[in-house]
Nanobody
């Protein structure tokens, strides 16, 4: 069974930082691209960042460019989202998701509907 377990969310002040973790089990990251998505109340789910099965990161939303960094640790089978310079507009439930790829394939899909396995989500709240 493919499972994704997220952690690291919480309450942080504007300008602060958080690191989210997505621990994968039942599969190897060499065969899956991993995407981070977020959804705020009353808004559509949007892509944040993704990492290919070859370990290359990609920003999926202009608002997080230069602030969020995605990375992977294949030894731990875990993907991270390092978030800095957080603003209230970043407040949302953050989800990680996986999609099967060829072995260590470059690039990752940007569309949420292409990801078939999802984590439970972790709440990120940016507020004073």
């Amino acid at each position: 069974q493919l499972q994704l377990v997220e952690s690291g969310g919480g309450l942080v002040q504007p300008g602060g930082s958080l690191r989210l973790s997505c621990a994968a089990s039942g599969f190897t990251l060499d065969y899956y691209a991993i995407g981070w998505f977020r959804q705020a109340p009353g808004k559509e789910r949007e892509g944040v960042s993704c990492i290919s099965s070859s370990g290359e990161g990609q920003t999926m939303h202009d608002s997080v460019k230069g602030r969020f960094t995605i990375s992977g640790d294949n030894a731990k089978n875990t993907v991270y989202l390092q978030m800095k310079s957080l603003v209230p507009e970043d407040t949302a439930v953050y989800y990680c998701a996986a999609v099967r790829t060829a072995y260590r394939r470059s690039g990752c899909p940007a569309l949420a509907r292409l990801y078939g396995n999802w984590g439970q989500g972790t709440q990120v709240t940016v507020s004073s």
